[in-house]
Structure formats: C-alpha cells, structure tokens
C-alpha cells in the first residue's frame, strides 16, 4: 500500500482546517524562536488548538524546531519541549545537534532538518542511528541525487513539491542595516518583505525579510508537479508544500495536489492540466519553477 | 602568567606554512587534494604534506587539514583512505562539517583527531556537548557566537573551543548559503562559492521597482558584503575566556599576509600572557595589521550584531596596500648587506620595510641593489633573482622586505 504524505505550512487554526479538509496529512508549524520562517503566531495554546484539531481528523502536526540556536534558546528549549510533548503534537523537525541532544532526552520523535546541510545517505543515516525517523533534504539537492538517497535509506525524504526554500540565511539584519546606510526609516524593514533581482537578471526576484533570527531570502516558487510521477515510482512519499507566498490561493494549491496524487494512483493523472491548473492558481508576483531540482548532479560545480 | 591559546594559521602552500610557523603560529591549517572547500586555494599532495608535517613537527607546531565539504551522494568516496593516509603522514587533525565524513574519519581512522568545522555552525554548548560525547576533540564556533556565549560555554562543556580571530567572513551563517549555488550553478558547501554576497543587487518593493528609484536618486545599490574580522584589540578578552585556539582565515591569501598576521597576534598574546596585569595595547601591532589589511576591519560578533558600518557599501574606502617585494636569504654583519629573493619590482631610491619573526621592522631606502656577481642594478625586475642590498639594521633569513603599492619611487638624485 502506497501511502504518499502531503506535508504543509499552516498559518492560523483556520486555515489549518481548511488544509485539512484539502487534503493536508501533516501541518508543519512553529514560531520564529525555535523554528526557522515561520508564518502565523503559533503560541503554545495555538499549537494546542490545532493538534487537538489535526488529531480529531487523524491528521498530524510537526512542529519547527530547525533554528540555529544559541545559548539562550538552548536554555529555553527543553521547557517549550515538555510543553509540545504535553499537547501531543507528532513529531519536531531539528537540525541543531544540541537541540536534536535535548529533543531526544524528551523523548519526542524528530525529522533531521538541517536545511542546505542535508545531501546524503549516509548523513541521514548517521542521524537516523541517533533517532531520526526521517530526513528534509536540502533543496539543493537534485531529483536524480533525490531518488539515489531515497534508495539508500529506510526513512522517509521529504521532497519540496511546492513553494519557495531559503537560499540565505545571515544573522544580521541586512535589510535593516541597508535601510540605516540610505537613510530610510529602519522601522519600516521588518514590516514587509523586499525582492532582490540578481545582476545578470533584472528579472529575477529574490523576496528577502527579516525577523528575530535575522535575515532571510528565497528561491523562487519551485513546483515538481510534471515530476509527481517520478517521485512516486522511486518511492519519495512525503511531500512538502510551503504556503509562504501563495496567501489565499494555498488551500486550492494543496487541494490540487491532493487530486494529483488520487490521479497518480488510480493512472488519470494528466501532468499538462496538472501543471496548467496550478499556473492559474500561482500568485502572479512569483515565478513558479524548478530551481535545482532538474539539473544534472554534475552540472554543479 | 596565562595559559596560552594556540595561534592557528592559514597555509595555502609548503612555502606559507613554513613562513607562518616561522611568523609564530602554534599551528596550521591546510588543504588536501580533496574533500575541501578551496578548491582554488593551493592544495596539499600526500608528499608535501609530509614536508610539512616534519617541518612543523620540529618545531613543535601542528599541522591540521580542513576536509569540511558537505558532500553529496558519492563525494565520500574514498574518505576512510583519505583519512587514514593522513593520519599515517602524522597529521594532527581533521577539520570537517559533515556527520557523514566525521563518522567516516572516527570509525576508519581510528587515533586522528576530529575538529568540527565553522561550517557547521554551532552557536551552544548543548551542541558541543553532543559532538564532545561523539568524540571530537574541538569546536570550531560559528562565527555569529559572541564573548558572553563563548564564557558560557565554556563554563557548561569542557571541549576545546577555537574561533576565528582574523579575516574575511561570511555573511551568512556559514553553510546556510546557496545564493551561488542557485545563481551560478556553484556549490558554495563543495568549495564553488561565487562569493555572490558580495554582488550589488537590485532591490523590489510590493512589486515596485525601487531599484529605478533608487538609480534615479543615485542611490546605493543593495549588497550583502562584510568588512573583514580583526580581533587583535581583544586578544585579552579572548584568553580570559579561555578559547583554545585563535584561528586566522585566509587560505587563498598571500605569504605577506600570513607573516604579518603571525607577527602581530604572536606578539599580542605572548605579551599578554606573560604578564597580564601590566598588558597595554601598543598601536603599532594595529598599525601593523592594517598593512595586510584588505577590507576595513571589526570585531564580527563578539560585542554585539553587526550595524551597516560593518557592511561594505559604496566604494571601498582606500586601504594602502602592500607587496611582498622580497624574502632574505642571507645577511653579512661584517658588510651589511642582505641576500633577497625577488618577488615583485623595487628600485633604487624606493622605501622599504623589513619586517622579521619577533615583531622586528625598520623601514629602508634602497640605495644599491647588485646581482650575484656584485654588479650595480637599477631596479630587480625578474621573478625570484637573486640580488643584494645594503640594510641600515640587521636582518636574517625569511625576513620579509614589503614595499608600497602604487607609490612612485623616490628618486635620490
């Protein structure tokens, strides 16, 4: 029985059940001081809230503990723990080894997620031996090298089919300290999010924001939707959608996706429909496409 | 008396090696042929390795290789060999990032010492107590940790702690950016980074372009791109905190940059563990430090979270910048004169300074030059000759002559 697991970001309890009933089989929550980019104020009572929620449909709640984190989260961090293992939630996502350290002595099941740092077997081996019971691989990573890793390893590997990945992540505040150096209002800095354009590429567009943990930029959109057939005959089942940008349109994306994946196993899917649905679903700001993810591992050098 | 720190420095060859444990490193780091980060930085083979060890090893000084790639499925390849080839060779330790390579390096090179590398960011003592219970023996601090986190450390773990001291540094968390990988199709974490930071870069509002704005005004454009590090103010604070090592980035960076670097820190820490009470900080080792200086420099992280001054925008104020003119082979007390190898122009009439091992510098005008066979030159101008000039002060062996960039000779008469 092949079971593929649609894995998404949700920002308030409401959209979380919207999601739900969109097909969403795990919410990925968190808030900026232990988890890294994430949207929505999920307070403890708020992660209460929508595990109780995910729990009462079947569905589970993952929630970010992926920051760097630094002496005062790591003293912080087994209080917020016992907290989460008291509400229920299913499982954390880390990527710090202390935090993954304390994690364990709590007793609460974790995804190896140390963002652009994850590129192999043998790494996600080596922390599946300390207890991972899954691995988010960097989003550098090509499909090719994904199906490889996938074969290696009895765990699960998270795939990006959806939305943008960070490509930057600095502890300064970058875009503060640029606004200080043009002399424009600092406040103005962590309210919004900016777009960068590369030299070679006017046309390009990088959003960049700031929070607590510092600066942040993104990819564009990337999508794998032509490649969902590709991901399920080598066995990459868990497949994470990110909502950062797609606001309002995200439930209809998950949606999509979820009709993607009963047409992949019943053999109607359409991959050119597919892809034309969610272009017309895409907020037109963003640029869908597919990053690293089709290149040829040697193409990179 | 304080204990001592061990000053670690960068060498990008055999010939930088020797120089900077000459300069006063305690030890150095190096690259292999593989499974590094500087792919074009010199690398190492097994056989200069070797040299280098011996030479180091006679000097009490050690030798460490960096191997801190974040490999993809089938770099790894070939590690467990790599690893204990150094180990047989008698290297000191491995620097590495990777879980894969550091189980790799513990469980196939069983006796060869593990660091974790800078790569791999670790910012709390929970962190060093995991990789201390792995069996590393040291940590190499992400860049962003300050002075207050890294007492507390060392407080809560007892595993050696080594942060970087001086040079250029990455914006980001180290290893937390692919900027060039997604912009040039080079892997920043496999030695292929663009250093793409350091671009100007357009820069959007909600879907305006500001950029057109901003070019209207003659405004900066957005850049990402950091002054270099320079901690040699704070070498006491450092100590009392007792980090273990002072590491200096730089693989890629010039023999002149290497001496001069050891020079200073050697002489700022020597001076203020031999007697820290009475320890002031003499400005020449700053006004030193600045003449390999290629950025403006600040103290990173350690006092607070870079503001924009730290932040390199505009045109890059002007930093004087010098050349590596000559290395001294010999020196005749009875004539005065010094022995040099060439390794960029000089004439007759330009200043120039020797600088030595133990902080020893005086500045020279160059007032004879011959060759070999005692003829008058005008200038050296051939890569590595062989010449002879009269110094006003004694010099020795591998003391270095730099000279000025960009500044006319002086003519005498």
Redesign the interface.
């Known amino acids: 029985m092949m079971m593929i697991q649609l894995v998404t970001t949700a920002q308030s309890v409401e959209q979380a059940e919207a999601l739900i009933k969109a097909g969403t089989d795990r919410l990925y929550i968190g808030s900026s001081r232990f988890g890294l980019r994430q949207k929505g104020d999920w307070t403890i009572d708020a992660v209460r809230e929508v595990t109780q929620l995910a729990h009462r449909y079947g569905k589970e709640v993952t929630v970010a503990v992926n920051n760097?984190?630094?002496?005062e989260?790591?003293q912080e961090l087994p209080d917020y723990l016992q907290a989460l293992k008291a509400i229920g939630v299913d499982d954390v996502t880390a990527g710090?080894?202390?935090?993954?350290?304390?994690i364990r002595q709590a007793k609460i099941p974790y995804w190896y997620d140390a963002?652009?740092?994850v590129?192999?077997?043998?790494?996600i081996?080596?922390?599946a031996k300390r207890e991972a019971i899954g691995a988010v691989v960097?989003r550098?990573?090509t499909l090719e090298?994904l199906v490889?890793?996938q074969q290696?390893i009895g765990l699960p590997v998270e795939v990006q089919v959806y939305g943008p990945t960070c490509?930057?992540?600095?502890?300064?505040?970058?875009v503060?300290?640029?606004f200080?150096?043009?002399g424009r209002p600092s406040e103005e800095a962590k309210q919004?999010e900016?777009?960068?354009?590369?030299?070679?590429d006017?046309s390009s567009?990088y959003p960049i924001y700031e929070d607590e943990n510092g600066t942040h930029?993104f990819?564009e959109d990337l999508t794998l939707m032509a490649q969902l057939p590709t991901l399920v005959k080598h066995g990459l089942h868990t497949w994470k959608l990110d909502g950062w940008h797609a606001g309002e349109q995200f439930v209809e994306i998950v949606q999509l996706f979820t009709i993607a994946r009963a047409n992949l196993l019943n053999g109607q899917f359409d991959r050119i429909e597919m892809e034309h649905r969610l272009r017309e679903l895409q907020p037109e700001?963003f640029r869908l496409g597919t990053?690293?993810l089709l290149?040829k591992?040697e193409?990179?050098? | 008396m304080k204990q001592r720190p061990e000053l670690l420095a960068p060498a990008g060859n055999l010939e930088k090696l020797k120089m900077a444990i000459h300069y006063g490193a305690d030890a150095v780091y190096i690259g292999g042929q593989q499974f590094g980060l500087r792919s074009r930085a010199g690398n190492f083979s097994y056989d200069e390795m070797r040299e280098g060890v011996a030479f180091a090893h006679a000097r009490s000084a050690k030798v460490y290789v960096a191997a801190n790639m974040v490999t993809h499925e089938g770099d790894i390849e070939g590690a467990g060999d790599f690893f204990r080839t150094l180990r047989d060779i008698g290297i000191d330790a491995v620097i590495v990032s990777d879980p894969a390579m550091i189980e790799t390096c513990l469980s196939e090179a069983e006796g060869l010492p593990v660091h974790l590398s800078t790569q791999a960011s670790a910012t709390n003592y929970e962190t060093l107590r995991f990789w201390k219970e792995e069996g590393l023996e040291r940590v190499v601090l992400a860049r962003e940790v300050s002075m207050d986190e890294i007492v507390q450390m060392k407080q809560e773990v007892d595993v050696e702690i080594e942060t970087f001291v001086h040079g250029a540094m990455c914006i980001s968390y180290s290893g937390r950016c692919t900027l060039s990988n997604h912009m040039t199709l080079r892997d920043a974490n496999r030695g292929g980074c663009a250093q793409s930071c350091r671009w100007k870069y357009g820069f959007f509002e909600e879907g305006d372009l500001l950029t057109e704005e901003m070019e209207a005004r003659d405004e900066e454009p957005f850049s990402m791109s950091s002054v270099d590090l320079s901690m040699v103010r704070h070498i006491p604070d450092l100590v009392d905190a007792g980090v273990d090592s002072l590491k200096v980035e730089g693989r890629m960076k010039s023999i002149h940059y290497v001496a001069t670097v050891c020079n200073v820190y050697r002489q700022v820490i020597d001076a203020y563990c031999e007697d820290p009470e009475n320890f002031e900080f003499d400005p020449a080792w700053e006004e030193e430090i600045w003449k390999a200086a290629q950025r403006e420099l600040a103290s990173g992280f350690y006092y607070g979270i870079p503001t924009e001054k730290e932040q390199l925008f505009g045109k890059p104020r002007s930093i004087p910048q010098y050349a590596f003119a000559a290395r001294v082979i010999s020196y005749d007390e009875a004539s005065g004169m010094a022995t040099l190898e060439q390794r960029n122009l000089f004439s007759i009439g330009e200043e120039v300074e020797f600088f030595g091992p133990g902080f020893v510098r005086f500045s020279q005008v160059i007032e004879t030059i011959e060759d070999v066979d005692g003829q008058p030159l005008q200038s050296a101008n051939q890569a590595m000759m062989t010449i002879r000039v009269k110094v006003d002060e004694p010099v020795a062996t591998d003391f270095i002559m730099r000279k000025r960039k960009g500044v006319p000779a002086r003519i005498l008469v």
């Open positions: 760097l984190m630094h002496n989260h790591i710090d080894p202390g935090a993954i350290r304390l963002q652009t740092l590129t192999s077997s043998k790494q081996q080596f922390w960097a550098e990573v090298e490889l890793i290696q490509i930057h992540h600095s502890k300064r505040p970058l503060t300290n640029y200080n150096e043009l919004r900016f777009y960068m354009s590369e030299p070679a006017a567009r930029i990819s700001a990053g690293l290149r591992p193409e990179i050098k």
